[in-house]
């Protein structure tokens, strides 16, 4: 059985105050566009079933364009992949904090998707011989939760769930998602299940074999930057979903390509610089762009700028690069106060044959020896040490 | 209470040049029918000593003893019987006899300058008199006494209470108690009950708090020490005159590994009544791995396998590791390891690599592996493979509590791993002083299995030397017991500031160790009947022998006859005892339903999470680890979609 995992969609998520040609803003369509170019992907690649592991949704009153175009996109799965089951958990972003608000979710169901939003649910698929564990958010955060364990009959049993391993969870909240459940590894029992299909953690990461967060489509953090980093660290090709085969749990990574790059430009050191000598720097890195910047989420750190040279930086061309980019963040950043304490007259730092000869002169000594003689031989015998392995070198 | 009384002599002493008084011993005589036999202190008054006078005053304690007639030679003897023993007991005469004894000196009044024994009256020594011979006065008076009960010093009908030193017994001048004698008179494990229990009462206030951590390594032994035992009026008045109230142990811990099913406790308390105060002593693999050296046997032990194991310890326990051959992985169960020990066998062996992983050498890696595994298998009930671990309660240890770990059914493994991580943690909490109290008393017995004098280095005896010879620095105080104390690594009685002896072997008794000791005290040490010991202690220039009380504690094999061990419970019934013992609401009922068809593992892991909580409706708390059971929907028959009009706007 070929599943595909998907997780972290956050439609409706709005970032910058770019808009789009039509008025809506420029992010949101970028994520929604995400989606749109998962939803084609699955539509080739055809799985068996689709999971779709929480906050598909960035908040629980997503805006009119986010709820119409998950329709149109579920739609498309559901006629282009009629077979195929699709599950739909809510995540700490689509669950309401009170019941009376309700869930837009719900309206998905008229398409035939399995839609869980506060109650776990387990559900099988007797055509693929297989059984789903569904948990949305609501019931990992309620008193009494569900026994995550898999259940005796099916051939397959599957796992998805919106929480974060405590052992993961950075504590800046900007990979994994804030607010989300917290869960041990024991409430998972990744090895008693085929599959655990994780949401909520926004990078992806295999917390065992069979155990994954695919993470989001998009960079729908504010702070993206910590994510390109994590990426970076944990070699991970960016954003995508997972195509997994049961059983066995071989997942294949599909990656889906963003709308823009974000684009975390080389630092600058500003210390001693000037304010024009800094202008300079800043072109420097504009122009080394790759790509260039225009239309893309640009970030540049200077270190060490004083306040007074920040003033007197060229502004003009700095708005100019703004206009290009869809966001450009010079991020200017003072100098680390220091401060001097007085300890004493500075020292200063001994040589190893400085230390040899304070050590020679103070080790105990037999009485018949002399002690200058002693002392001059060990400096000497260091010195030829260290004059064959500088020739060495 | 040191009573003082009325002088009365009992001897005189003599020398000759054979047999001349010196500093250290002298000779007394006595009336042929006297009181005093080995071991009697007595007091030797040189002219113008006394109340009133400034002569020396010198303390002895009776080491030989000799008797003799005026015969020449045996031959006049049967001369003067006509060869018949039966008419020997017919002479007209009584032939003259000397009762002679020699005394080892235990204190000289003045002390300087150091002179012999003057030629004066002996006396039987009184409560002061011991209490002045044994060097007591420095630590029984002044501000802040120290003195520890250990026994009655009993000679001619006369008794006189004997304390230690606590600053010598527990530290920081010195400590370490080690004792030993033969197995199954029950002295050894009885005088360390009683010696604890004594401690408890009078160790002083003003240096803090103590407490015990004892190792039943051997039958019901420490099993009852809070129930108590039968006392006789000997006993009672024995306990009073030492000042100690005859009454179990107020606060007992008791620890026990559980069996392989995890929930019956390993233990031969197990009693219905009793089995509710013993906590499981659970590991997982965290546990384990800092001390996984003790796992290595001699031929194992080797830079290499030392490496791997820091490696694991270091760079792979609870981190995010990479295989190398592209999987990732966190091991914090054995069950994880052993997914990574497979996973570094099959990359290497899929990808065709040489025998070595991140410099460590497969054999290295499948040594490592099979000890690793092999704790789990044959420890299993002390080592869980993924289930939640239980451990002392380190940092919250508590005054004059005795915390017993029984390990008395664990294989020798586990033995060593309980031993060498209980008394590490407790060393490195010392260390730190967040122990929750400022000393603790380690009670090792079978000191000839963990820390004999020859055979290979064991990690346990390393860290028993380690204890003897740097742990009175820390609060760590080592009690520890053997038969044979010429078997045990020198080092370790070595460093014992006091040292017991109960009843001995001869053919111990013969070896080098007991040179000091002189015939008769020797006889004596063989003979000696239950509940006599013979102490060596700093402020004792000479060993003293003591009677002390059975301890007010039920002694084990008794204990095992009152509450007899329970049999082993199926799993459920277990469970449901444990659940029943925390809340007495809780009906057996309800817990079967609750488990029912659950792993046993997560049955474990939340009982180990209602213990630790101890919550107030534990039923509800441990259904709610558990979790609520999902059942099984079918979904629903899905119809196909079919293909709706498009939207009029696109929403983006």
Same mark, same amino acid.
């Given at each position: 059985?070929?599943?595909?995992?998907?997780?972290?969609?956050?439609?409706?998520?709005?970032?910058?105050? $770019?808009?789009?040609?039509?008025?809506?803003?420029?992010r949101e369509?970028?994520?929604?566009?995400a989606?749109? +170019?998962a939803?084609?992907?699955?539509?080739?690649?055809?799985p068996?079933?689709?999971?779709?592991?929480?906050?598909?949704?960035h908040?629980?009153?997503?805006?009119?364009?986010?709820i119409?175009f998950?329709?149109?996109?579920?739609?498309?799965?559901?006629?282009?992949?009629?077979?195929?089951p699709?599950?739909?958990?809510? &995540?700490?972003?689509?669950?309401?904090r009170s019941?009376?608000?309700?869930?837009?979710?719900?309206?998905?169901?008229?398409?035939?998707?399995?839609?869980?939003?506060?109650?776990? +649910? +387990?559900?099988?698929?007797?055509?693929?011989?297989?059984?789903? *564990?569904?948990?949305?958010?609501?019931?990992?955060?309620?008193?009494e939760?569900?026994?995550?364990?898999?259940? +005796?009959?099916a051939?397959?049993?599957? *796992?998805?769930?919106?929480?974060?391993?405590?052992?993961i969870?950075?504590?800046?909240?900007?990979?994994?998602?804030?607010?989300?459940?917290?869960?041990?590894?024991?409430?998972?029992?990744?090895?008693?299940?085929?599959?655990?299909?994780l949401?909520?953690?926004?990078?992806?990461?295999?917390?065992?074999? %069979?155990?994954?967060?695919? @993470?989001?489509?998009?960079?729908? %953090?504010?702070?993206?930057?910590?994510?390109?980093?994590?990426?970076?660290?944990?070699?991970?090709?960016g954003? @995508?979903?997972?195509?997994?085969?049961?059983?066995?749990a071989?997942?294949?990574?599909?990656?889906?390509?963003?709308?823009? $790059?974000?684009?975390?430009?080389?630092?600058v050191h &500003?210390a001693?610089?000037?304010?024009?000598?800094?202008?300079?720097?800043?072109?420097?890195?504009?122009?080394?762009?790759?790509?260039?910047?225009?239309?893309?989420v640009?970030?540049?750190?200077?270190?060490?700028?004083a306040? @007074?040279?920040?003033?007197?930086?060229?502004?003009?061309?700095?708005?100019?690069?703004?206009?290009?980019?869809?966001?450009?963040?010079?991020?200017?950043?003072r100098?680390?106060?220091?401060?001097?304490?007085?300890? @004493?007259?500075p020292g200063?730092?001994?040589?190893?044959?400085?230390?040899?000869?304070?050590?020679?002169?103070r080790?105990?000594l037999?009485?018949?020896?002399?002690?200058?003689?002693?002392?001059r031989?060990g400096?000497?015998?260091?010195?030829?040490?260290?004059?064959?392995?500088?020739?060495?070198? | 209470?040191?009573?003082?009384q009325?002088?009365e002599?009992?001897?005189?002493?003599?020398?000759?040049?054979?047999?001349?008084a010196?500093p250290h011993? =002298?000779?007394?005589?006595?009336?042929?029918?006297?009181?005093?036999?080995?071991?009697?202190i007595v007091?030797?008054?040189? !002219?113008?000593?006394g109340?009133?006078?400034?002569?020396?005053?010198?303390?002895?304690?009776?080491?030989?003893?000799?008797?003799?007639?005026?015969?020449?030679?045996?031959?006049?003897?049967v001369v003067?019987?006509e060869?018949?023993?039966?008419?020997?007991a017919e002479?007209?005469?009584? /032939?003259?006899?000397?009762?002679?004894?020699?005394?080892?000196?235990?204190?000289?009044?003045?002390?300087?300058?150091?002179?012999?024994?003057?030629?004066?009256?002996?006396?039987?020594?009184?409560?002061?008199?011991?209490?002045?011979?044994?060097?007591?006065?420095a630590?029984l008076?002044?501000?802040?006494?120290?003195?520890?009960?250990?026994?009655?010093?009993?000679?001619?009908?006369?008794?006189?209470?004997?304390?230690?030193?606590?600053?010598?017994?527990?530290?920081?001048?010195?400590?370490?108690?080690?004792?030993?004698?033969v197995?199954?008179?029950?002295?050894?494990?009885?005088?360390?009950?009683f010696?604890?229990?004594?401690i408890?009462?009078?160790?002083?206030?003003?240096?803090?708090?103590?407490?015990a951590?004892?190792?039943?390594?051997?039958?019901?032994?420490?099993?009852?020490?809070?129930? #108590?035992?039968?006392?006789?009026?000997?006993?009672?008045?024995?306990?009073?005159?030492?000042?100690?109230?005859?009454? #179990?142990f107020?606060?007992?811990?008791?620890?026990?590994?559980?069996?392989?099913?995890?929930?019956?406790?390993?233990?031969?308390?197990?009693?219905?009544?009793?089995?509710?105060?013993?906590?499981?002593?659970?590991?997982?693999?965290?546990?384990v791995?800092?001390?996984?050296?003790?796992?290595?046997?001699?031929?194992?032990?080797?830079?290499?396998?030392?490496?791997?194991?820091?490696?694991?310890s270091? /760079?792979?326990l609870?981190?995010?590791f990479?295989?190398?051959?592209?999987?990732?992985?966190?091991v914090?169960?054995?069950?994880?390891?052993?997914?990574?020990f497979r996973?570094i066998?099959?990359?290497?062996?899929?990808?065709?690599?040489?025998?070595?992983?991140?410099?460590?050498?497969?054999?290295?890696?499948?040594?490592?592996?099979?000890?690793?595994?092999?704790?789990?298998?044959?420890?299993?009930?002390?080592?869980?493979?993924?289930? #939640?671990?239980n451990?002392? #309660?380190?940092?919250?240890?508590?005054?004059?509590?005795?915390?017993?770990v029984?390990?008395?059914?664990?294989?020798?493994?586990?033995?060593?791993?309980?031993?060498?991580?209980?008394?590490?943690?407790? /060393?490195?909490?010392?260390?730190?002083?967040?122990?929750?109290?400022?000393?603790?008393?380690?009670?090792?017995?079978?000191?000839?299995?963990?820390a004999?004098?020859?055979?290979?280095?064991?990690?346990?005896?390393?860290?028993?030397l380690?204890?003897?010879?740097?742990?009175?620095?820390?609060?760590l105080?080592?009690?520890?017991a053997?038969?044979?104390?010429?078997?045990?690594?020198?080092?370790?009685?070595?460093?014992?500031?006091?040292?017991? =002896?109960?009843?001995?072997?001869?053919?111990?008794?013969a070896?080098?160790?007991?040179?000091?000791?002189?015939?008769?005290?020797?006889?004596?040490?063989?003979?000696?009947?239950?509940?006599?010991?013979m102490?060596?202690?700093?402020?004792?220039?000479?060993?003293?022998?003591?009677?002390? !009380? /059975?301890?007010?504690?039920?002694?084990?094999?008794?204990?095992?006859?009152?509450?007899? !061990?329970?049999?082993?419970?199926?799993?459920?019934?277990?469970?449901?005892?444990?659940?029943?013992?925390?809340d007495?609401?809780?009906?057996?009922?309800?817990?079967?339903?609750?488990?029912?068809?659950?792993?046993?593992?997560?049955?474990?892991?939340?009982?180990?999470?209602?213990?630790?909580?101890?919550?107030?409706?534990?039923?509800?708390?441990?259904?709610?680890?558990l979790?609520?059971?999902?059942?099984?929907?079918?979904?629903p028959a899905?119809?196909?979609? !079919?293909?709706?009009?498009?939207?009029?706007?696109?929403?983006?």
């Open positions: 059985m070929k599943l595909a995992h998907l997780a972290d969609l956050h439609l409706g998520f709005r970032q910058y105050d $770019r808009q789009t040609s039509r008025g809506g803003n420029q369509a970028d994520v929604a566009e989606f749109r +170019r939803v084609d992907d699955l539509l080739v690649q055809r068996e079933l689709v999971l779709l592991a929480g906050d598909v949704f908040s629980v009153r997503p805006t009119n364009p986010a119409l998950l329709f149109q996109q579920l739609h498309r799965l559901r006629v282009g992949l009629p077979e195929s699709v599950v739909l958990i809510a &995540g700490n972003h689509d669950t309401p019941a009376e608000t309700g869930t837009i979710l719900k309206l998905y169901e008229a398409l035939g998707v399995e839609v869980v939003t506060d109650q776990a +649910r +387990r559900i099988s698929f007797p055509q693929l011989d297989c059984a789903v *564990l569904a948990v949305p958010h609501q019931a990992l955060v309620q008193a939760r569900p026994a995550l364990r898999p259940e +005796r009959g051939a397959h049993n599957i *796992l998805v769930l919106h929480g974060v391993l405590e052992d969870m950075d504590p800046e909240w900007s990979v994994s998602d804030y607010g989300s459940a917290r869960l041990t590894r024991a409430d998972l029992a990744a090895a008693q299940w085929d599959y655990v299909a949401g909520g953690y926004h990078v992806r990461h295999d917390v065992a074999p %069979n155990a994954c967060y695919p @993470g989001s489509l998009e960079y729908v %953090n504010p702070r993206a930057w910590v994510q390109l980093r994590e990426e970076a660290k944990q070699k991970v090709p954003k @995508g979903y997972l195509l997994v085969d049961v059983p066995g071989r997942t294949t990574f599909r990656p889906v390509p963003s709308v823009r $790059r974000h684009i975390d430009l080389p630092p &500003g001693g610089l000037t304010a024009k000598e800094l202008d300079a720097e800043i072109a420097r890195r504009v122009a080394g762009s790759k790509p260039p910047i225009d239309d893309q640009v970030r540049l750190i200077v270190y060490d700028v306040a @007074g040279t920040a003033r007197d930086l060229d502004h003009p061309t700095i708005r100019q690069y703004k206009a290009r980019a869809l966001n450009f963040h010079l991020d200017l950043r100098p680390e106060q220091r401060r001097v304490v007085g300890v @004493g007259a200063q730092r001994h040589t190893l044959p400085d230390t040899l000869r304070e050590f020679l002169t080790r105990p037999d009485a018949d020896l002399n002690r200058d003689a002693f002392v031989l400096v000497e015998y260091l010195d030829r040490v260290g004059g064959a392995a500088g020739e060495q070198g | 209470m040191i009573q003082r009325t002088p002599s009992i001897g005189r002493v003599v020398a000759t040049e054979l047999k001349p010196t011993q =002298f000779h007394f005589w006595t009336a042929n029918e006297t009181t005093i036999g080995i071991g009697a007091k030797v008054e040189g !002219p113008g000593a109340d009133q006078g400034s002569g020396r005053v010198v303390f002895g304690v009776v080491t030989d003893g000799f008797a003799y007639s005026d015969l020449a030679t045996p031959l006049h003897d003067g019987a060869g018949d023993p039966a008419k020997a002479r007209p005469t009584v /032939r003259q006899e000397i009762r002679l004894w020699t005394a080892a000196v235990l204190r000289q009044e003045p002390e300087e300058p150091l002179q012999p024994v003057p030629l004066g009256a002996v006396y039987l020594a009184s409560d002061a008199d011991v209490a002045q011979a044994l060097r007591m006065d630590y008076t002044g501000a802040q006494p120290t003195g520890i009960p250990v026994g009655l010093y009993t000679a001619a009908g006369h008794e006189a209470p004997v304390y230690l030193d606590a600053d010598f017994l527990l530290g920081p001048e010195a400590a370490h108690l080690n004792i030993s004698g197995s199954g008179l029950a002295t050894k494990t009885s005088a360390v009950e010696l604890l229990a004594s408890f009462q009078h160790f002083p206030a003003h240096k803090g708090r103590i407490a951590l004892c190792f039943n390594v051997k039958g019901p032994d420490l099993c009852f020490l809070d129930r #108590p035992g039968a006392l006789d009026d000997a006993d009672r008045r024995r306990y009073e005159r030492l000042g100690i109230t005859p009454q #179990p107020e606060r007992v811990r008791y620890y026990a590994p559980c069996k392989a099913d995890g929930v019956n406790l390993n233990t031969l308390r197990t009693h219905p009544d009793l089995v509710g105060d013993v906590e499981p002593l659970v590991w997982g693999l965290e546990e791995l800092d001390f996984a050296e003790v796992l290595l046997n001699r031929d194992d032990i080797d830079a290499k396998a030392d490496a791997f194991i820091d490696f694991l270091d /760079r792979v609870n981190k995010e990479d295989d190398g051959f592209g999987g990732s992985h966190r914090q169960t054995f069950a994880d390891l052993d997914g990574l996973a066998f099959d990359g290497l062996e899929l990808t065709g690599r040489s025998d070595m992983w991140r410099t460590h050498h497969i054999a290295t890696i499948r040594k490592v592996r099979n000890r690793l595994s092999n704790i789990s298998t044959r420890c299993k009930g002390l080592v869980t493979d993924d289930g #939640p671990s451990d002392l #309660p380190w940092g919250r240890f508590e005054d004059r509590t005795v915390y017993v029984d390990v008395a059914n664990v294989d020798a493994l586990g033995q060593d791993l309980v031993f060498a991580r209980a008394v590490s943690k407790l /060393r490195e909490h010392l260390e730190r002083r967040d122990l929750g109290v400022e000393a603790v008393v380690v009670f090792v017995d079978e000191l000839n299995k963990y004999p004098g020859d055979g290979p280095e064991t990690y346990v005896r390393k860290m028993l380690d204890i003897s010879e740097r742990g009175r620095y820390l609060g105080v080592l009690f520890a053997e038969q044979f104390r010429s078997q045990v690594h020198r080092r370790v009685v070595g460093n014992a500031g006091t040292t017991l =002896f109960g009843r001995m072997d001869a053919d111990e008794l070896t080098p160790g007991y040179q000091v000791l002189s015939p008769a005290t020797k006889i004596k040490l063989a003979t000696l009947p239950i509940g006599e010991l102490v060596r202690h700093p402020h004792f220039t000479q060993p003293i022998f003591l009677r002390f !009380p /059975r301890p007010a504690v039920l002694r084990g094999r008794d204990g095992v006859e009152r509450f007899p !061990p329970a049999t082993d419970l199926p799993f459920e019934d277990a469970v449901v005892r444990q659940l029943v013992r925390l007495r609401r809780i009906r057996p009922n309800q817990v079967k339903d609750l488990i029912a068809e659950r792993r046993p593992d997560d049955v474990r892991r939340a009982l180990a999470a209602v213990r630790r909580t101890r919550p107030e409706d534990a039923l509800a708390y441990f259904r709610r680890i979790g609520a059971r999902v059942a099984p929907v079918t979904a899905r119809e196909a979609v !079919p293909p709706l009009n498009p939207i009029s706007e696109e929403p983006y």
